[in-house]
């Protein structure tokens, strides 16, 4: 029997592993799918808390999330990077923005209408198509295991161990009964990178942002809640490159290599880490991230393991 079961092979269940993994518990991870196949695959997976306001448990969070990838960029690890960013403001805010104490530097700068401000600071960025892999494998080498296995009910995995993570993303809604899980679709067009190396979001409606990555760029997005369409709409593609491109023209004439849509696992009331008590054992709840998993992810698993141990 092993000590923990982590249910989930997102960012939130991967990281979750290895934390507990590292503090020496019998660590099994459950996902029915790999890396490739989670929202977590389809993040731009930048650090920022879209989404949220300040709560001091998010701010620590985010915080000790920053510092985690700022060290694995330094040591290099696969798929991990630090991007001067720049955020372009348009609703006259003045003052610190509640975020800025996990975030480095963060310098205020002028701008022209119809911009009220820029927000420039590094952040750190994981290519989720290197990173999650590099996360899956660096937990097994660490002797942690990995079974490919979809549950039905969350009973199931604490029959096979006391405590059990609930890492299920927009599944949690149903597999715990909790009704403020909702999804925030999002859709993104990737185009190969003609040489940006800056990211740029602007608070415009929907926001607009362009992430250079390696090899491409991500343009976004939509936030669009309740809706479960994971098919790409070709006239929001439209849309989104039409943005991107007037906010980064030196994005002109890159070729598009890629479209995708996810759904971010939301929660009315901010991300659910708490353990609870269920006949059989302890489930360790760990979701409604929304549009900030990644930028969530480390803090929320020393969290969880804190919470499981
Ligand atoms: C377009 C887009 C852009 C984004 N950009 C960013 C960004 O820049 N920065 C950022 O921080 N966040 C970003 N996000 C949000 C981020 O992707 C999510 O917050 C994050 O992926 C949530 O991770 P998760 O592990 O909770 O969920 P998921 O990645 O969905 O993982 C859930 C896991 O649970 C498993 N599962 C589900 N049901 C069951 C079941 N019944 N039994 C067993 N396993 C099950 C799934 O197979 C999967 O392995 C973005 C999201 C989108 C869609």
């Excluded at 993570?165 to 599944?171: F, I, P, R």
């Excluded at 936030?223 to 030196?250: G, K, M, S, Y």
């Excluded at 609870?276 to 054992?281: A, I, L, S, T, V």
Aim: charged content about 20%; overall charge neutral; aromatic content about 6%.
């Amino acid at each position: 029997m092993a000590d923990v079961i982590v249910v989930g092979g997102g960012i939130i269940g991967m990281t979750a592993a290895l934390r507990l993994r590292e503090r020496g518990a019998d660590v099994v991870l459950w996902t029915p799918v790999g890396p490739a196949d989670t929202v977590s695959a389809v993040a731009a997976a930048v650090w920022y808390p879209t989404g949220l306001a300040f709560d001091p448990r998010l701010l620590a969070w985010a915080g000790a999330t920053y510092e985690s990838f700022r060290r694995q960029a330094h040591d290099g690890v696969p798929g991990v990077l630090m991007r001067e960013t720049r955020n372009l403001e348009r609703d006259g805010a003045t003052g610190e923005p509640w975020w800025a104490p996990a975030a480095g530097r963060v310098r205020c700068l002028p701008i022209a209408a119809p911009w009220t401000r820029e927000l420039r600071f590094a952040a750190p960025m994981a290519e989720m198509g290197v990173y999650l892999p590099w996360l899956r494998d660096r937990f097994e080498r660490a002797g942690g295991r990995v079974v490919r296995r979809r549950v039905d009910r969350l009973e199931e995995a604490l029959a096979e161990a006391p405590v059990v993570v609930n890492a299920t993303g927009l599944a949690a809604g149903s597999l715990c009964g909790d009704p403020e899980v909702h999804p925030v679709r999002g859709q993104i067009v990737l185009v190969a990178n003609p040489g940006v190396f800056v990211s740029v979001r602007d608070q415009s409606d929907p926001a607009t942002y362009v992430h250079p990555r390696t090899r491409d760029v991500v343009l976004g997005g939509t936030f669009q809640v309740d809706d479960w369409n994971t098919t790409p709409d070709p006239a929001t593609r439209h849309a989104i490159l039409e943005r991107c491109l007037a906010l980064v023209p030196e994005l002109a004439g890159a070729p598009v290599v890629g479209e995708k849509v996810g759904l971010r696992p939301a929660r009315r009331g901010g991300p659910r880490v708490e353990a609870e008590k269920w006949p059989g054992g302890t489930v360790v709840h760990a979701y409604g991230h929304g549009g900030a998993g990644m930028t969530l992810s480390w803090g929320c698993a020393d969290e969880v393991a804190r919470l499981a141990l």
